[in-house]
């Protein structure tokens, strides 16, 4: 391992294996494990190195509940107005206002911005994408689960005012069955010196 | 590594390691390692997995040298207004407009976000967050720097309208001496259950 870092590609092994899951076993998980994710998560860089993120680990029942009774009249609501191409979307994958993995799974952690930071919602996102990592490194999958009333589930959890709930995200075993969705390759989003040439007609 | 992941923390040790750093060697690196960097990045969730990211990958000098003429210009007028707190943040680091890292670092990677997606700027930031560790995972180092003025920047680069630059990340060998800045522990920005329950009440 320490020898052979740059020989490793573990980084690139965690991300690939990385999944969105939506359904877990309820089975309790290390406390300790989520703890590690966070310790990751807390180096990463941010605006004026204000680290404006802050996460609540919540394994109460009752608390877990609550929130998912609030994000879920919320998503009624979204639901009911929610048209086009985004319907469509979330229809193929038989996504509906129901968010039961938000009881299901063992522990949500709710992470929040300081929006009086300067780049606040940035480092705190960057912060996550440490943070995801370190949990699929646990064995422990992850979901960015983001509200449509993220101001009521803030306040449902006593987050002071000026802190901005950024997403709740259910840790836990998978027993998600589908599979990864599908990733655009490099040459599709990346180019070389300007917008105008692609990776692809300089590697080829 | 295969048995013993959960034993490694290596995400925590890479997380740990990684620094920003502002003074870079300009000798050159592998393209290969940005590629790789770059691959990791683009395997993070996104919001209806619509990969707003995009990159592009300056090697070249002219076009390291108009970046840093632009942001530079952008620079000098936000250092003329900059006052209070940040200002004193940035005084004591020494942070003044000249950004020689755009042109010292043998790579800069620009990001932009394709603001018509939902959750672009999050799901983009997440995805820097893969990025920066993967970048440490082969030995080199990055800044996330954010010019005061990205729309010139992004226009420098050719970015068709709706593409939002997020960052410029300078990639080399560190020549950077300076620690890296403290961080909060995690005791200070975690909570159990809700905002008044801190975790070392829980842990203690």
């Known amino acids: 391992m320490n020898s052979g870092v740059s020989e490793d590609m573990y980084v690139l092994e965690l991300a690939r294996r990385r999944k969105s899951v939506r359904a877990y076993a309820s089975s309790p998980i290390e406390l300790g494990d989520v703890l590690y994710a966070l310790r990751a998560a807390i180096q ?3 605006g004026a190195n204000q680290q404006p993120w802050r996460f609540i ?3 109460d029942p009752e608390v877990k509940a609550r929130v998912r009774r609030v994000c879920e009249e919320g998503e009624r609501k979204f639901y009911a107005s929610v048209r086009g191409e985004l319907r469509r979307w979330l229809d193929e994958r038989g996504f509906t206002w129901r968010k039961p993995f938000l009881t299901e799974a063992p522990v949500l952690v709710a992470v929040f911005a300081d929006m009086h ?13 440490y943070m995801l990592l370190a949990l699929e490194e646990r064995g422990l999958s992850s979901l960015t689960y983001t509200p449509p009333n993220p101001g009521e589930v803030a306040r449902t959890l006593g987050a002071p005012r000026g802190y901005m709930l950024q997403v709740l995200i ?8 589908r ?22 007609d300089v590697l080829s």
């Open 44 to 46: 990463a860089p941010s």
């Open 57 to 59: 680990i919540i394994t």
């Open 117 to 129: 930071k300067p780049y606040a919602v940035q480092s705190t996102w960057l912060a996550i994408g």
């Open 170 to 177: 259910p840790v836990g075993r998978s027993r998600d069955q």
């Open 179 to 200: 599979p990864k969705e599908p990733r655009k390759s490099l040459e599709e989003v990346a180019y070389v010196d300007s917008w105008s040439k692609r990776l692809s």
